[in-house]
């Protein structure tokens, strides 16, 4: 066992029952305290299933898995991980009903130990710009996923496995949330694996990229060696050039985007509604 890696898996195999396909290949993951994964890969890639795996809710018996040192499958060691906070906040969490009914906002947050948490939970009210006053089944979309991120995220966890559930924030909402995230793993050291469809704002977010397909690691990259240029001809140009590191690097071109816009006008919005 080795307690240097939050996260450790080698040659991660698994297989759904009644499937002839793999759902995922030879998966190795070395997670250290602090560290940030960034999961991309087409639909069906297996990123779900990683991350369903990690999170406890599928049994894998190909390959090797450590969480925090310890084998999360083997029961007689399993009990060590009882101080470690694991969150998995992903479409099912995502689908609970309870964040549909009738009720309160500040009640549903007390009810998961908001006042047990209450600096943390004043901290993601704020940032998620959420009116405690709402009752729940009069929220939009984004507003009940807001208040279930705050729910989500009360409790300071170890390891975060984020199954893309920032779709329906708005941009600044989301980029406030990435920060927090990003500070978290800066300050406390835990770790998180992200999965999302959603590249905006995360050019220097994550230490590390992977692409995920076919339920195989099909490359990956540490932040350091992604390298952001101008065009997409100087990125052709520079992977042209015979590579001079010892280490593969990642030519990405800026890409023209309105998203600094819609920061700009929602961080406006945002003035303006503070101020009424
Ligand atoms: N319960 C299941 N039984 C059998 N196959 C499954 C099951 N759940 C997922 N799969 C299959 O496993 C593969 C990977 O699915 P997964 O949900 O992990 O993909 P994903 O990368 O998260 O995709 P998306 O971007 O669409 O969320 C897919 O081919 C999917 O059909």
Redesign the pocket.
Known sequence: MSDEYVVFTDKLTFQ?PD?KRL?LSNIDVQLKKGDKLLLV??????????LKILAGKKLVRRGRIELFGVNPFDLRSNFMLNDKTIVYLGTEWANNEITKRDIRVDELIRSVGGDVYSKRRDQLVDLLEIDTRWRMNRCSDGERRRVQLCMGLLKPFDLLLL??VTIDLDVLVRQRLLQFLYDETDRRGCCIIY?T?IFDGLGRWADRVVH?SG?EFVEAYDRDNVVFVDTDADAAARRAQPADASVAQLFVAKVASLYPVALQWLSRDHVTRAAQ
């Not at 890969?41 to 297996?46: H, K």
Request: no cysteine.
């Open positions: 759904y499937e759902g890969g087409p639909n069906g890639a297996g990123k779900s299933t990683l199954d893309e999965a469809h995920l339920g």
